[in-house]
């Protein structure tokens, strides 16, 4: 499982932005080292292609950067991070990006911990396959939702302030999209 | 509480905490709850891959570039008055008699040309406001 984001204490988060915005780039890098694991697999898992993923996440990082100055702890640092990542991989998607580098659905599973067999390998390459056509396959919201519940572990409050839509409107969202998946995924149980 | 998967229910609400207590006395219910885990576990299939070296220097880099550029932003308006100026210092070196002139002069009219230069590069690169 990912590291998730929900379990991070907003008062530190807020605490090194603000810092950020008061001329300390160090700070930025701390926020920097915390968080672009999770953005970069959010975005990747949303737009299916690594170098599109790395592309926009460094677009979102920017955007970070350069909003320092109007920085107000107004809400949890990662709901702005995701809302302005989120941003980003649905106008992706709107443009047809990730299909660009002909690339979508990208494998790379480079970290083979240990050394499986080439058949174990086939099989976990092919059952990965299917995960990832399945999330592909949602509707971009719902992925989002999804996404943001299983992987980022976020609460519905605030995947519903990342999604600027109301908390039972995330739990419709989630609804739907965990039965798509159950029903494409049924058979790797 | 009525079953949320029945017809003009809510079945969402079987994500929320209290689902359990329903679950206990509804098959239908714990059988959903039920592929719900194991569907989340499907997609622990998927697990993040390293990020690449390189990805902080790359950022790091646009940032520095970034902010320079902002060094420049206040002088975007006057624009079209550096490129009169421009003309006016070019007019003037002409006209000014036959004398090779200073060199110091010519690097003048580099520099402001150069910024010209750099202020129609703003323009092209001129990036959108954050969410
Ligand atoms: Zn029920």
Known sequence: MDMGVASYAIEYDAELMLRVKDGDPASFGVLL????????H???????????AEELAQEVFLRVYKARATYEPAAKFTTWLFRIATHLALN?????????GGQSLDGGV????????????LIRESRLDMVRRAVAALPEKQRAAVLMHKYQEMEYSQIAKVLGCSESAVKSLL?????TLRARLAHLA | MECPLEMGGR????????????????ARCRDWLRNLETTRQALDLWQPEPVRPGFDRALWQRIEA????RWWRPWRPLAPALAAAA???GAVILSSGPEPRPLAEFAEIEQIEQTLSDVQMLRDLGLTQPL
């Open chain 1, 33 to 40: 080292s915390k968080y672009r694991g999770p953005v970069i």
């Open chain 1, 110 to 121: 480079e970290h083979a911990d240990g050394r499986p067999s080439a058949e174990q390998q």
């Open chain 1, 92 to 100: 992706a998607l709107r443009d047809g990006k990730p299909e660009r």
């Open chain 2, 66 to 69: 970034e902010e320079a550029r």
């Open chain 1, 42 to 52: 959010y975005l990747h898992r949303m737009v299916q292609n690594r170098d599109v």
């Open chain 1, 175 to 179: 609804f739907r999209a965990y039965e």
């Open chain 2, 87 to 89: 003309v006016l210092v």
């Open chain 2, 11 to 26: 079945p969402e609400i079987l994500l929320e905490p209290g689902a359990e207590r329903h679950a206990a006395e509804c």
